[in-house]
């Protein structure tokens, strides 16, 4: 990227449950238009991360600024406002199991513009088919298969047109093909709309097929132990547990 | 075809050198055999002073799998102990295969769980300190919705209407089959046991009035309210539960919806408005039920059984019973939603948080009764 124009900065941030600390210390910056991996082995704390920056979960310390808006120190109705410019991609798609697909697109553009019911309709329309689930509006969750609950939920993350995209563990409990067509709708999301777009995964392949930025987070040392550009981890980082787990423990240590 | 006995396990041991013990294994060594005791081994390590080595033979094994590994590595660690080295080339590849797996990663420090006993006084300590922090959550929760509650009043919160509907009906007209049934006998109930005592003094005709104030003051809502707690209560803290497990409820939080709001409040409207319909309903069935003890058991007529019955009950206990119901329905509704909302990422929680709707929802039902009733007492209605 040659515009390094930050867009979500982490400062010194601490994690707990309790009296148990799961990460400190993290330090880094996303880019406007990065895809950023937040990255570790299993049980590191990643999706914790993720539920501290879309504002499900209060850190125990340090700050997360949004384009220099502290978000946790920030008034409720700007964190509203904030959240209002994510969108989220949960791990199992938590769909609203009550709704059929084109209600559950639409709840955020009824609560949050004054589109006719008609334009939602259009809308909602819209999105499901860039997923490529034209013609799914009247299916509920349960009645759809798990690569399309992900990608429905896809949809709904992109209703309101987010500045910033969450993603957590977008190819887990998906195939091979099914997981590359959402890495390409990633990129091609990123391309198109220009968000920013951050994924929680230790999917190897994805890794490197969509990230360009990243986040090493270890479960031993509690804290980040590297940070940038995925292939450049792999081949150059100074740290071995890096490299073997980018290497799937090729890495010799 | 007669069955061959499987060949049994043999553990047999001598000395080929002084520092030496050989440990000859034999026979079948797998799970559902009866096998020899590492103890044998120890005692003839301990009773061998100057043993120094322990070496096997398995020329005679047949089978074995993970019975023989657990006796191996029993008697290994046991020779450790005592400095005594155990080899391991007698025994075959796999299970030396094995014995090397297992010990490959050493026991994690402070991984293996204790299991301490707390004293009673920490036991009764730690309960007090739960009790005190649930009720706090319980006073939150309640602050919450209330809340919720008065922002719909000032219109700014909105629920979508399809869901409120689809509420109303799962717990209002849906319940009207097993509360037909339930209050329908408690009122036939109701009249037999008066009916019994009554018609010692020739005063049958009051049956009427026993089952019509019982009913309409007490009965019809205690009954509702148990039974929605069972029906509704625990429907609600199931759904809001599943909900939580799925990230469902996150996903509301991040497009800035509160679950409060969008989830708890219909519920609990929903209730508040269909139970005191229910309770009405659940008062003329149990009327029924002594109309039916009353014709048929003591030859009263239905026009005399009415007219009693409308003497004897005033609109006052219908209003007392009314208010009662309500009460019951924000208990109920209040208690499954607080227990589903509370409930954890696992699927027993969400078993749990069921049950503990349900409990909390009747002993909250006979706690405001007790309280009503008392306070009515006080200011004489």
């Known amino acids: 990227m040659n515009q390094q124009e930050p867009c979500i900065t982490v400062n010194d941030l601490t994690m707990t449950y309790g009296s148990f600390v799961v990460q400190k210390d993290l330090t880094f910056t996303v880019n406007r238009g990065d895809i950023f991996i937040i990255m570790g082995g299993s049980g590191c704390g990643k999706s914790t991360l993720m539920r501290v920056l879309i504002g499900l979960k209060k850190p125990a310390k340090g700050k997360v600024l949004y384009d220099e808006v502290s978000f946790w120190d920030a008034e409720p109705e700007s964190r509203d406002h904030l959240m209002r410019q994510f969108g989220v991609l949960y791990q199992s798609g938590a769909l609203w199991s009550s709704m059929n697909l084109a209600e559950n697109v639409a709840l955020p553009l009824e609560q949050y513009t004054n589109l006719s019911p008609s334009q939602i309709r259009e809308v909602t329309s819209l999105k499901l088919s860039l997923v490529g689930l034209a013609g799914f509006e009247e299916y509920y969750p349960s009645e759809i298969s798990g690569g399309m609950q992900k990608r429905a939920g896809l949809a709904r993350a992109m209703a309101m047109d987010p500045d910033i995209l969450f993603f957590d563990e977008p190819s887990a409990g998906l195939d091979p093909i099914s997981a590359r067509l959402l890495d390409d709708l990633i990129i091609e999301l990123r391309e198109s709309l220009g968000s920013t777009i951050i994924v929680v995964t230790h999917e190897l392949a994805s890794i490197f097929a969509i990230g360009n930025n990243s986040v090493f987070i270890d479960t031993e040392a509690k804290t980040m132990i590297a940070a940038g550009d995925p292939k450049e981890l792999r081949d150059g980082s100074p740290d071995p547990r890096v490299r073997n787990f980018l290497t799937r423990g090729e890495g010799g240590v | 075809m007669k069955v061959t006995e499987p060949p049994s396990s043999e553990l047999s041991f001598s000395r080929p050198t002084d520092d030496t013990l050989l440990v000859s294994l034999a026979g079948n060594w797998t799970i559902g055999n009866k096998l020899p005791s590492a103890d044998d081994v120890l005692a003839q390590i301990k009773s061998g002073s100057r043993i120094q080595r322990i070496t096997f033979d398995t020329e005679g094994l047949t089978a074995w799998d993970s ?283 969400v078993g749990d948080a069921a049950t503990s709707a349900v409990v909390t929802g009747i002993v909250s039902i006979v706690v405001a009764t007790a309280i009503i009733t008392v306070l009515c007492n006080v200011i004489g209605i």
């Open chain 2, 67 to 349: 019975r023989l590994l657990t006796f191996l590595i029993k008697v290994i660690a046991r020779g450790t102990q005592s400095k005594i080295c155990a080899e391991k080339e007698g025994l075959p590849p796999g299970v030396q295969r094995l014995l090397v797996l297992a010990s490959a990663v050493p026991e994690r420090k402070g991984a293996r769980r204790r299991s301490e006993r707390d004293t009673f006084l920490a036991k009764v300590g730690v309960s007090a300190v739960d009790f005190c922090r649930s009720a706090v959550e319980m006073l939150n929760f309640i602050g919450d919705a209330f809340i919720a509650f008065v922002r719909m009043l000032c219109g700014k919160s909105c629920f979508r209407l399809s869901d409120f509907i689809l509420i109303v009906r799962e717990c209002g007209a849906q319940a009207l089959p097993i509360v037909s049934l339930i209050s329908l006998l408690v009122g036939l109930i109701l009249a037999f046991v008066g009916a019994v005592q009554l018609m010692m003094f020739g005063a049958q005709l009051y049956v009427a009035s026993l089952v019509g104030i019982a009913m309409i003051r007490v009965m019809g809502a205690i009954m509702t309210g148990i039974i929605m707690a069972g029906r509704t209560g625990a429907a609600f803290a199931a759904q809001l539960g599943t909900m939580e497990v799925n990230e469902e409820i996150d996903a509301l939080k991040t497009i800035g919806v509160s679950p409060m709001e969008f989830l708890v409040l219909p519920r609990m409207i929903a209730l508040a408005i269909m139970m005191p319909l229910l309770c009405i309903y659940a008062d003329l069935m149990g009327i029924l039920g002594g109309l039916i003890v009353g014709v048929v058991m003591l030859d009263l007529n239905m026009v005399e059984y009415y007219e009693a019955t409308k003497a004897a009950v005033s609109l006052k206990d219908f209003f007392i019973g009314l208010f009662q119901s309500s009460v019951f329905g924000v208990l109920v509704a209040l208690s499954g939603c607080l227990r589903g909302m509370q409930c954890t990422r696992s699927a027993s929680a």
